[in-house]
């Protein structure tokens, strides 16, 4: 995690550092004569992560520190400023605030290298970026360095107009729930009524008919948005174990890859419904607008990884649930101190237009990253929630803490999902709700429901339905009867809602 490094350091403090070395945030130099040729691997770390200090005049053996003072402390002070002012040494021109300390009659002189707003920063070529990491200097492996490099179209990458492209290039099926889901859940929004091609121009989807990397991320048919952005994939699996060597099988379940993230988000929502307690609510994702139950904890964590993703980067968004956790894997960083995470609101979304699509459909947070609905999650199961980050992804980790008796670890292990707690799951209540009185064919059910894959329909809602006793076949005896349908029990008929 990040820590808020103070940009001014007294006496005290500096010896105080000398006594600790569990820091990360300075480094000592001789420099009794000139400068170190290694101390600009050391403003290059400290620029591409926190900040620290370099303190020219100590001398370090291991874990003891010499205090020798410099020779020149003009001279000294004067080469570092201008070589980090004067824009040869590096990419960027630079700035460090100095300070200096007498030590019986010795010069020690400290300068505060701060985070710079533009990363990588790098002397000579790009090979030349460094990183801080533990108490020393790690030269930046390609991969951090082109997440650095993508870092600087931050905020706006999401919102670039595509040219040769239209709303025909969209996934008519996920425009279309995506906007029923604003007509029922935000009936005010001003917008919600239009023609397909203006609503997409107002939202963002869109800019005069051309898409933006933003709506083609978020509603794009596949082919479009394997075109533009080819690496795209979010991953989910469900693990029976607490860990990847732990499992008896690597995964009970793993999502098909989706065509953009609307589809992907609504079926990993439906999948988490499982591992949690949350109350049957007849919407389409079983959530309210405004909850505090464990799904919504969740669903605020989900967002924010569809939203703050770097969907350029070689890594996929990763959801895994185990038998003790869910984690949330990003490719890219936070872009704020962890340090500040539980006490300050942020609002520095990576993809601005993804994040308001969200927020329309009344799926995210109106301010900030909706740290504090996720933090309910600790107050509803006792069970932390966990924020880490480097410079090339981030993690929020849901613990599991109490709960109640067959949810999350039960269903992580792989234990059937057609009951949770002795009542049907969310998934079969929807299906049972469908159904009602009627007698509908799996593509029917698909039309109704609103879900793509027949896969997904047949394994994960009509199998456990039937399992449970509350789905009947019209040709029980031939379930693969090409005019197969499908109605309620006795059974199923006492649930629908």
Wanted: hydrophobic share 35%.
């Amino acid at each position: 995690m990040q820590a808020i490094i103070k940009s001014d350091m007294t006496k005290e403090e500096l010896l105080q550092k000398l006594t600790d070395i569990e820091w990360d945030d300075f480094e000592c130099k001789a420099a009794q004569d000139k400068l170190p040729d290694d101390v600009w691997s050391t403003v290059s770390a400290f620029s591409n992560t926190s900040g620290g200090w370099v303190v020219f005049g100590i001398k370090q053996h291991g874990k003891h520190f010499d205090i020798q003072g410099v020779n020149n402390g003009e001279k000294t002070e004067s080469d570092f400023l201008n070589t980090l002012r004067n824009g040869q040494k590096f990419n960027v021109r630079l700035s460090a605030k100095g300070e200096k300390y007498n030590f019986d009659g010795k010069l020690v002189l400290a300068f505060f290298v701060p985070s710079s707003i533009v990363k990588p920063i790098y002397f000579g070529n790009p090979i030349n970026t460094f990183i801080r990491t533990g108490s020393g200097d790690r030269r930046a492996t390609e991969t951090e360095v082109m997440a650095m490099m993508r870092d600087q179209a931050f905020g706006s990458k999401s919102e670039q107009v595509v040219d040769d492209t239209s709303i025909s290039d969209l996934n008519k099926g996920s425009l279309e729930t995506y906007r029923n889901r604003i007509r029922n859940d935000n009936p005010s929004f001003p917008y919600k009524d239009l023609p397909d091609d203006q609503f997409c121009d107002k939202v963002g989807i869109s800019k005069k008919g051309k898409l933006t990397i933003g709506g083609i991320l978020m509603f794009g048919q596949r082919d479009i948005v394997q075109h533009y952005i080819n690496n795209f994939w979010i991953d989910y699996l469900e693990i029976p174990g607490k860990s990847l060597a732990d499992a008896r099988v690597r995964y009970t379940y793993r999502m098909q890859e989706q065509d953009n993230i609307w589809e992907s988000y609504q079926i990993i929502l439906q999948r988490l419904r499982n591992f949690v307690d949350a109350p049957y609510d007849a919407r389409p994702d079983g959530v309210g607008a405004e909850d505090e139950t464990q799904l919504y904890a969740l669903r605020e964590g989900l967002t924010n990884c569809c939203a703050h993703a770097d969907y350029f980067s070689p890594m996929h968004p990763t959801i895994r649930v185990f038998a003790d956790r869910i984690e949330l894997q990003n490719p890219g960083r936070f872009m704020f101190p962890l340090s500040e995470l539980r006490t300050q609101i942020h609002s520095i979304p990576r993809n601005p237009n993804i994040i308001k699509f969200f927020r329309y459909a009344k799926l995210g947070e109106n301010a900030g990253y909706g740290i504090d609905k996720m933090l309910v999650w600790e107050k509803l199961t006792k069970g932390r929630v966990e924020f880490t980050s480097d410079l090339v992804c981030s993690t929020i980790t849901y613990w599991f803490g109490e709960q109640p008796s067959g949810t999350a670890s039960g269903q992580a292990s792989g234990q059937a999902s057609g009951q949770v707690s002795g009542q049907v799951s969310g998934q079969v209540q929807l299906l049972i709700n469908c159904l009602n009185d009627k007698v509908l064919s799996i593509a029917e059910i698909q039309s109704r429901m609103g879900i793509k894959s027949r896969r997904y329909v047949r394994e994960e809602l009509i199998v456990p339905a039937i399992d449970g006793g509350f789905v009947l076949r019209s040709y029980p005896d031939k379930p693969k009867h090409p005019k197969q349908k499908y109605y309620l029990s006795e059974k199923g008929l006492k649930l629908i809602k």
